[in-house]
């Protein structure tokens, strides 16, 4: 599997940016897909996920009622619709994809795009 994020860039606080990661190889086998990001000198966060089954979807606290994960299984792709961007969000955002479960899961990464929201 191989991810190719888009959409990054620098927006004013209050804007909006939508993220895009495209899937390609063995995408069958995907159960999960996400957004994390990683600000400098802080902790790497889940900012969202959503399930390739059900499409079940979940957030972060910090992004709630912001922030949009979807999908489009014909194209393979995710997308994180973000609105009402905060100086805070600004970050290394990364999609990523699971398949298999427990000790068989395996982890495949985008190679991250720059977000960043000015004040």
């Known amino acids: 599997v191989q991810l190719v994020e888009s959409g990054g860039g620098l927006v004013q606080a209050g804007g909006s940016l939508r993220l895009s990661c495209a899937a390609s190889g063995s995408t069958f086998s995907i159960n999960t897909m996400g957004w994390y990001r990683q600000a400098p000198g802080k902790q790497r966060e889940l900012v969202a996920l959503i399930t390739s089954g059900d499409g079940m979807t979940n957030y972060a606290d910090s992004v709630k009622g912001r922030f949009t994960i979807s999908r489009d299984n014909a194209k393979n792709t995710m997308y994180l619709q973000m609105n009402s961007l905060k100086p805070d969000d600004t970050a290394v955002y990364s999609c990523?994809?699971?398949?298999?479960?427990?000790?068989?899961?395996?982890?495949?990464w985008g190679q991250g795009t720059q977000v960043t929201v000015s004040s």
């Open positions: 990523y994809a699971y398949e298999g479960l427990g000790r068989s899961r395996r982890a495949y």
